[in-house]
């Protein structure tokens, strides 16, 4: 069952130890999805706010 996170920080600490992230525009928000090898991690933002984030993440990063 994924494990939905409202801190970034936090989110960007665990991409470290993550094989990849998932990520799905929708029109009003992004989708931002995290594998690591034990839990699926799920973080909800804003477009603007999702490419900072994005930029920040030590991973693979996939477009869905």
Do not use: G, H, W
């Amino acid at each position: 069952m994924p494990t939905e996170i409202t801190d970034t920080e936090k989110f960007i600490q665990l991409s470290e130890n993550a094989n990849y992230c998932a990520i799905k525009r929708l029109p009003r928000t992004v989708k931002l999805k995290l594998r690591t090898p034990k839990l699926l991690y799920t973080l909800k933002t804003d477009p603007t706010r999702a490419e900072e984030v994005i930029k920040k993440l030590a991973c693979e990063i996939r477009e869905i």
